[in-house]
Structure formats: structure tokens, C-alpha cells
């Protein structure tokens, strides 16, 4: 069965350094990977999405990428900032209409 | 452009009773999903409608359905309510199907006792 694998449930980081969060999946060709952030009590918030068929996007400080040969997509804050701390999940897709959802990874940004 | 509304925003039950939640998507968006999220299964997909048709289904029990309007609002509803039901219910709406970023609701705080 398909499985999604955030790296790690929590990240502490210190204000202005690079945050990087790794999504990997097995058993699953997704045509489409796409972050999202979640505050406590909130519904997620749409960040980026990237297909297959592209290795990396950006926007402003926030950075994916997508390797579909290693089943593994890497999302990066730059100059991180307290107001990023967040859950930030991956979720996967392709032509069914179903978005599956990594447990998050927790991120506290330090001042 | 107002958000994804969803009512009510918290409720509390008792087993074996039904409850129906609601969801209004942003103007002009025919795709709604719904989500269970939970502490222990994370974000798990319910069921997914576009124009008023049932496209997709995660897997839950019969207990759990939904359906769409015209208007492209959606319902769901639980039947027969567990403990193990209790959860925040996000409903997320998105303009086309597929490859489309997804506009969450705030959710249904339900807690079944």
C-alpha cells in the first residue's frame, strides 16, 4: 500500500537559517506533489505544487523540489522567520481526484 | 473573494446519533473534498464531488457520506456515531479537478461522547 513519510515530526530552527523538510512516498507515482502549512486549530493553507514532470519551484522564500527516481520531494525556508513556525505538510496526487497527506512536520523557529 | 465556510464549527454528540456538517466553497469552485483529521491518522480523505457527482472515495465505512448541490455546496454525514469518529472534518475546495491547489475550510470540531 502507498505510503508518505515526513521526515521528522518536529524541526527546531533558528531564526534566519534554511529549513528543509523531506516528503518521501513508495508504492505511489503521483503526478503532482503540493505543500501546505497548517496552524493549530486551522485549516491547511495551499503554499506550492509541483509536477512531475518539474524538478524545483519557488516562491519568495520557500523552495521545492521534486524527485520522482528517488520518490522524494525536499521543501526549503529560507531565512527563516518565527512567523513560519507552522505544520507543514505534502500531500500527493494524480488523475484521481484524491490528495493523500504526510503526517507534517512541526516547525518552531527560534528569535 | 470570501473563504471556504463551514457549519457548524463545533459540535458535540453521543453515540449512535447521525450529524450532517456543511460546506460552502469559494465562488466560481466546483470541486469539494472532505477530510478527517485526527491526532493518531493525520489528514485522511473522505470523498471528493464535482458537479454534484461523487468522483472519488477514501476509505471509510458506509456510515460516512456526502453529496453536492447545484450550487456546489456540499454536506456530509455520519450515521450511527462511534467515539472513534470524533475528529476535526475539513472540507476544501478547489476550482477545477486534479493538479489544483486546494482552499481548506476551518472545520467541524466533532466530538462524539
Known amino acids: 500500500s502507498q505510503k508518505i513519510e515526513q521526515n521528522s515530526e518536529a524541526l527546531n530552527i533558528q531564526e534566519g537559517k534554511t529549513a528543509t523538510l523531506t516528503c518521501n512516498y513508495t508504492?505511489?507515482?503521483?503526478?503532482?506533489l503540493q505543500w501546505y502549512r497548517q496552524d493549530p486549530g486551522r485549516g491547511p493553507v495551499f503554499l506550492l505544487l509541483?509536477?512531475?514532470?518539474?524538478k524545483e519551484k519557488r516562491k519568495e522564500r520557500l523552495k521545492v523540489t521534486f524527485d520522482t527516481t528517488l520518490k522524494q520531494s525536499l521543501f526549503h525556508i529560507t531565512a527563516s522567520q518565527p512567523a513560519d513556525s507552522a505544520t507543514y505538510l505534502c500531500?500527493?496526487?494524480?488523475?484521481?481526484?484524491?490528495?493523500?497527506f504526510g503526517a507534517g512536520t512541526t516547525v518552531t523557529v527560534r528569535a | 473573494k470570501a473563504g471556504v465556510t463551514q457549519t457548524p464549527r463545533y459540535l458535540i454528540k453521543t453515540r449512535g446519533q447521525q450529524v450532517t456538517l456543511s460546506c460552502s466553497p469559494i465562488?466560481?469552485?466546483?470541486?469539494v473534498s472532505w477530510y478527517q483529521q485526527t491526532p493518531g491518522q493525520g489528514l485522511q480523505f473522505l470523498f471528493e464531488?464535482?458537479?454534484?457527482?461523487?468522483?472519488n472515495k477514501g476509505n471509510f465505512p458506509g456510515r460516512f457520506s456526502g453529496r453536492q448541490f447545484s450550487n456546489s455546496r456540499s454536506e456530509m454525514n455520519v450515521s450511527t456515531l462511534e467515539l472513534g469518529d470524533s475528529a476535526l472534518y475539513l472540507c476544501a475546495s478547489s476550482f477545477g479537478q486534479g493538479g489544483y491547489e486546494q482552499y481548506f475550510g476551518p472545520g467541524t470540531r466533532l466530538t462524539v461522547t
Open positions: 464531488y464535482f458537479s454534484e457527482t461523487q468522483r
Open positions: 509541483i509536477r512531475e514532470n518539474e
Open positions: 508504492n505511489y507515482s503521483p503526478a503532482y
Open positions: 500531500a500527493l496526487g494524480r488523475g484521481d481526484y484524491k490528495l493523500s
Open positions: 465562488s466560481g469552485h466546483r470541486s
